[in-house]
């Protein structure tokens, strides 16, 4: 019974984190390379397995949209990512060292976000980062992402769970859904992890100084 349990979680993470098989069918585009304004906040924006730089669900006054090897999560797809992001924001702030950037990822995406504020807050400041639905999430509340059991299986940086965020502000939405809370339950996926975030993929519904935790509706402080 345990063993058909371990297999069924697994199979859910490396189902469709987030985005339909007909979405991944699409192929995977190179990252959009325009370059953007130095007006405002700089919105970079990460998609789940199987998305696209031009098909990732993310909605609003966005910047730009990352390109990653997303087929499959893992931890060298969230290296790729996590790479790409890197490049990008890095890039952006040489030519506006001034702009805000704001960053948002949902679920293998939020992985690579996570990633990267873990990796780069003590070398990079006047950052803030939405988190939808992320494996890596710490609890409580709830439980953590289901990425900390397979640790063996994906790999780093993919694998395990924290909060080391350091001094960025951030905002994570985890809804009733067993890829950023064990505790949800297996049989809450796919239903819920593609259905419960809609409102949330809009960026501007996000400030740039958020620091919060929304769990199942409701507030928390972190």
Sequence with gaps: MRASRIRAALAGLLLTVG???AQGATAQGATAQAAA???GTYTIVVGGTWSTWDNDRFTGNIQQHVGYSSQVP???SVRSGVNELNR???DQRAACPDQHVKMGGYSLGAAVVHVWI???WRSFGNVNAVLLADPKRQGGPGTNGSAAPFGGIIGPPLSGSDRDFGNVPVKSICYWDYICDESA???TYPKNHNDNYWPDFN???HNDDANEQ???GAWYPW
Excluded: F, K, Q, T
Aim: aromatic residues 12%; hydrophobic residues 35%; glycine residues 8%.
């Design 203 to 205: 960026m501007d519904h």
């Design 214 to 216: 929304w769990y199942n």
């Design 88 to 90: 990008l924001v890095r």
């Design 118 to 120: 873990s990796e780069n």
């Design 74 to 76: 893992s931890g060298p």
């Design 37 to 39: 304004s130095c007006d």
């Design 185 to 187: 339950g297996i049989w």
């Design 19 to 21: 985005v339909s098989a």
